[in-house]
């Protein structure tokens, strides 16, 4: 993700991103960063609710994904407000929360976990680092895919395990178009009634439209130098739980 600021600085104050900002496709980086201290107040409640509280669900399969030891050092991308890092750490494995929104990391506060603000495309880490790495729903987010999944693999150690978990494509046709109907009309119809930004989730819809299938990440992946790259579908291919791992 991208260095970003809880909205702006000015005289040394910080004020919040309007509530009714949202990004463009084109994911401009400061865009993006402004919409997402918009809906930091309200965003874990929300996407508990829109998802039907499978986030919870997903969260689980991620931490089982990158089978997480004790002595483990794991880096938790686009971890928000850090809910995701929390399950993590339930491993017992040492885990750090890295987010480019300061009003995300920022509602996240009370969460026992290191937080650092971090830009996916520039990450403040020194090489080999960690022992796994994990992006939850932000990749989508970045400007530039291929170079975020580079930085990831110059901080995992060699053999280091990489996991993406992020919305994908339904495998089931007709289940397909029931849900690309939700995405696009429901889903933004829910998102006012209790998100404290609206506008966001019409952009979240429209990303996840345009985000790649299972097969198109997993090139992606390995063609940013990982191997025995696979996936797991979840809740129908809704979502995808991407693994591989960082070539010795």
């Known amino acids: 993700m991208t260095d970003s600021t809880d909205g702006q600085i000015h005289d040394g104050q910080i004020h919040d991103g309007g509530a009714g900002t949202r990004a463009s496709l084109d994911k401009e980086p400061s865009e993006v960063a402004e ?3 918009g809906v930091a107040r ?3 409640i929300t996407n508990t609710v829109l998802s039907f509280g499978q986030d919870r669900r997903w969260r689980r399969a991620t931490r089982r994904t990158l089978d997480l030891k004790p002595r483990d050092i794991v880096l938790d991308l ?6 995701s890092t929390v399950e993590l750490a339930s491993s017992g494995a040492t885990c750090i929360a890295a987010d ?4 995300m990391l920022r509602a996240g506060a009370k969460r026992d976990v290191p ?9 403040p880490f020194a090489d080999n680092s960690f022992d796994a790495a994990t992006i939850s729903f932000g990749l989508r987010n970045v400007n530039d895919v291929p170079l975020a999944l580079s930085e990831l693999g110059r901080v995992l150690k060699p053999g280091g395990r990489l996991v ?3 919305f994908s494509t339904p495998t089931m046709k007709a289940f397909r ?18 998100s404290s930004n609206p506008a966001a989730y019409v952009y979240l819809a429209e990303s ?4 790649p299938d299972q097969a198109g990440l997993a090139k992606l992946i390995a063609n940013a130098g990982f191997e025995d790259v696979a996936w797991e579908n979840q809740t129908g291919g809704i979502v995808a739980i991407h693994k591989g791992i960082k070539k010795a």
């Open 35 to 37: 919409m997402f201290d």
């Open 42 to 44: 309200r965003y874990d």
């Open 78 to 83: 686009a971890a928000g407000t850090a809910v």
């Open 100 to 103: 480019f929104s300061l009003g």
């Open 115 to 123: 937080k650092v603000a971090a830009d996916a495309q520039h990450l």
């Open 164 to 166: 993406i978990c992020e």
């Open 177 to 194: 178009k029931v849900y690309m109907e939700y995405l696009m009309k429901a889903l933004p119809s829910v998102s006012t009634a209790v």
């Open 208 to 211: 996840i439209r345009a985000w």
